[in-house]
């Protein structure tokens, strides 16, 4: 009688455990994992197509199919993309992107940190709303006014007249993000830090610091990939080619008649290799302060 009561417990819990996981199932966002296995292959498969024709040489790219593996892989494209003055513009696009992020980045912490902590009441209301409203200015609604003060200020063909509009541009959300994650730190850490006789350069170094790491890291990430990329003050606020960043260098490649395609594709490799090993660095950090930034 034992024997039966414990084998139709056994067959109790299995079915339980059944109905569980069928249930658990059907739960499943089943609509959800599909879009995102579709939208993987949307992204991929223009960089898989990138990373093949950037080995084939002009010949195969016309005469194979687009997503074919090359029968015979070279790396002429990269050698010629390299002996093209590559790592000047390399250079270039480093001095902008460090340029800008360093000075912006200091910038914002300090002004994001006054708005939070300061005690200027509408001034710093005023200075905090000034600051969104630079959010709502696009860089190409100014391009004209920056062009012409560049000019006035005998810095055109420089890499500084790329710099200082960048950094302008950069400051607005790194102000928005910053703050939001300064107004996160207890009141408390300050207060008590100000009891042992702690200065506002102290609190902002020894506390407000430490604790914003991963926005810091996230603003000078997001604002490094949208300087190394940027396109529109390099083409009308630099004119030498000893001057150009990475997006410019592309023009190297095209001929009178014809582009070189494959090279194009060898020099935007070379150009996205920086991009995802400082991604690979700082992705930890990254993905705390996306979802950590704006969690309010």
């Known amino acids: ?118 005690a200027g009441g509408k001034f710093l209301a005023g200075v905090n709303g000034l600051f969104l409203m630079g959010l709502a200015i696009p860089l190409q609604a100014t391009i004209i006014p920056v062009y012409l003060l560049i000019i006035r200020m005998h810095l055109y063909d420089s890499l500084l007249a790329i710099i200082l509009p960048s950094i302008a541009f950069a400051i607005p959300l790194s102000v928005l993000v910053l703050s939001n994650f300064i107004r996160d730190v207890p009141k408390e850490l300050f207060e008590s830090m100000r009891v042992d006789g702690a200065g506002e350069w102290d609190m902002l170094r020894g506390l407000a610091l430490p604790l914003t790491r991963p926005a810091l890291v996230t603003v000078s990430i997001y604002n490094g990939l949208g300087v190394w990329n940027g396109f529109l003050l390099p083409l009308i606020l630099t004119q030498s080619p000893d001057k150009r960043t990475l997006p410019l260098a592309l023009w190297t490649f095209q001929g009178q008649y014809s582009v070189n395609i494959p090279a194009v594709l060898a020099s935007v490799m070379l150009t996205t290799l920086p991009i995802v090993l400082l991604y690979a660095i700082g992705r930890r950090q990254l993905l705390s302060g996306l979802t950590a930034g704006f969690s309010r």
């Open 1 to 118: 009688m034992a024997v039966a009561t414990s084998g139709a417990g056994t067959a109790s819990r299995r079915t339980s455990r059944g109905a569980f996981n069928l249930r658990k199932l059907l739960q499943l966002n089943w609509f959800g994992g599909a879009a995102a296995w579709l939208w993987l292959v949307i992204v991929m498969v223009p960089l898989y197509w990138i990373v093949v024709t950037s080995f084939k040489d002009q010949t195969a790219y016309f005469s194979q199919n687009p997503f074919a593996l090359p029968t015979a892989p070279t790396l002429a494209n990269y050698r010629l993309v390299i002996e093209s003055d590559f790592p000047q513009y390399f250079l270039n696009s480093v001095i902008v992107t460090a340029g800008t992020i360093v000075p912006a980045v200091a910038i914002a912490f300090m002004a994001a940190y006054a708005i939070v902590r300061g």
